[in-house]
């Protein structure tokens, strides 16, 4: 039983979240703005103008893309409010759609600098997007932006769920075949859709203890997919 807890203790250290981590070429650990802070861009390093920036990218003035800015928050940088909920395919669509602004072929014929900057905003782009589209990370992203970590043991859960959790894991050791094993799988899937619309009211509430309780849970879940998926392909290989 120990032994189980160990795998599931490694399990949450290794899907541990770093959401902010360093983009391109900065040295320096970026800030997390917080809710609403406006950004104080600093002047456009082309014209020299403090002008509004199209998409937080570009100079209204002059058209050119600015230097990429780590510490933008990925909410307004993909355009939507900073609330847990939103919608998967306006996200896939508004992702696309910035992508297409910044692509490295559009600025082939520039000047380096702007070259430089397509691949860091194209990158930070790809990563805000990853980030935003899986509930729990995005959940981890939200929790961070409100000063809030999450936490590196087991504290926030109780002795009931660790207990399913392995009686769970014994279930897919036990499994003799694929249909027993997708069964397993399709439960979680179901298990993960409830915990993210729990989520989602948990933010709503400013329930961050409970937000934490939830994440916790979903990443003990997706550790037991983990496993159910390494069974298939082993089964399959066999
Ligand atoms: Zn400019």
């Known amino acids: 039983m120990r032994a189980v807890v160990g795998v599931f203790k490694s399990a949450l250290r290794a899907t541990n979240y770093a959401a902010v981590g360093r983009v391109g070429r900065l ?14 861009s600093p002047a456009c390093w082309n014209c020299d103008r403090k002008s509004v920036l199209k998409q ?15 510490a933008i928050n990925y909410f307004e940088l993909l355009n939507f409010p900073t ?40 990158s930070l782009i ?18 961070q932006l409100e000063g809030q ?24 050791e036990e499994a003799q075949d694929s249909a027993a ?23 709503e509430a400013k329930d961050l203890a409970g937000v934490k309780g939830t994440l916790v849970e979903m990443k003990y879940l997706l550790s037991i997919q983990a496993s159910i998926k390494q069974k298939q392909q082993s089964l399959l290989g066999s």
Request: glycine share 4%.
């Open 27 to 40: 040295a320096r650990p970026p800030q997390l703005r917080k809710f609403g802070a406006a950004a104080s």
């Open 56 to 70: 937080h990218m570009i100079c209204s003035d002059c058209g050119h893309l600015q230097d990429v800015d780590a």
């Open 83 to 122: 609330n847990f909920n939103l919608e998967g395919q306006q996200l896939t669509q508004r992702f696309r759609q910035l992508q297409t602004l910044v692509h490295p072929d559009k600025f082939s014929n520039k000047t380096s600098r702007e070259q430089i900057n397509s691949a860091d905003w194209s």
């Open 126 to 143: 790809n990563k805000a997007y990853k980030t935003l589209a899986t509930p729990i990370e995005r959940g981890q992203y939200l929790l």
């Open 149 to 172: 970590q999450m936490p590196q043991d087991n504290s926030a859960l109780n002795k009931e769920f660790l207990m399913a959790m392995m009686e769970r894991n014994e279930e897919v």
């Open 181 to 203: 094993l997708a069964e397993l799988n399709s439960q979680i899937v179901r298990e993960l859709e409830a915990m993210t619309k729990q989520l989602g009211s948990q933010f």
